[in-house]
């Protein structure tokens, strides 16, 4: 593992990216992150190349003062890991390379844990920047119903997805922490570890917007997905 472009300071937030060969979206990600409206003195943007062979790194770093850490493990479980093992802020924050998020995500997250003591863990949903409207209308409507499935097909452990998940540092450091070797899943596998620790909250006015990319043609490469899924 090796690192470039270090910032010093301690700050509030850090937002872990995976990337692996994210060239065509990784731009749209950052600059949504950059653009935020919590000062920018107040959180860290880590980018975790996953051996790009494209110019997703190349982009990344006309972004200025991002950190940019390598991970040569392949699997987004072994770089979103990694990205959490160098992060200093008192909250980890998680998203993925094709995601865009609001101008107020991060103020509302820092809010939020700032308001809720005893929450360890956040996590809200995700809407497509690549679908129209009635699809996005449809994922609002199930997004309640998918929550408490997952809430009851996990006993009661309420999940997280890692494209929009935040966690307190010093709780995760109580953990075994994420799974590297985990392809699918590591974003509930890491919620039941830190079920134990307080109270884990889904939280629906913080949507980010993502890629349908994943979901275009939907064929038995959703099966280990679905099994690990239900494994966790």
């Not at 850090?14 to 920018?40: D, F, G, K, M």
């Not at 990344?60 to 992060?87: K, L």
């Amino acid at each position: 593992m090796s690192q470039k472009n270090l910032v010093v300071t301690t700050p509030k937030v850090s937002v872990v990216v995976p990337a692996y060969n994210e060239e065509a979206t990784i731009a749209r990600c950052l600059r949504s992150l950059v653009e935020q409206s919590l000062p920018r003195d107040q959180f860290e943007i880590i980018v975790v190349d996953n051996n790009c062979t494209d110019n997703t790194i190349k982009i990344a770093e006309t972004f200025g003062s991002i950190r940019i850490i390598i991970e040569t493990t392949p699997g987004v479980g072994a770089a979103r890991a990694t990205g959490w093992q160098v992060a200093t802020g008192d909250i980890i924050v998680s998203t993925d390379a094709d995601c865009e998020v609001p101008k107020h995500w991060l103020k509302k997250i820092v809010s939020y844990f700032d308001s809720h003591p005893d929450v360890v863990a956040s996590s809200s949903g995700y809407l497509f920047y690549d679908r129209d409207f009635f699809v996005n209308w449809i994922v609002r409507i199930f997004e309640h119903s998918l929550v408490a499935l997952s809430w009851f097909l996990a006993g009661g452990v309420m999940a997280l997805t890692a494209n929009n998940m935040a966690v307190r540092r010093s709780i995760y450091g109580q953990t075994a922490g994420l799974d590297r070797t985990l392809q699918f899943g590591e974003d509930l596998n890491l919620a039941k570890k830190l079920h134990q620790f307080g109270t884990i909250r889904w939280v629906f006015n913080n949507r980010v917007k993502t890629s349908a990319r994943r979901y275009q043609d939907l064929d038995l490469s959703v099966v280990p997905y679905f099994l690990n899924f239900l494994s966790m």
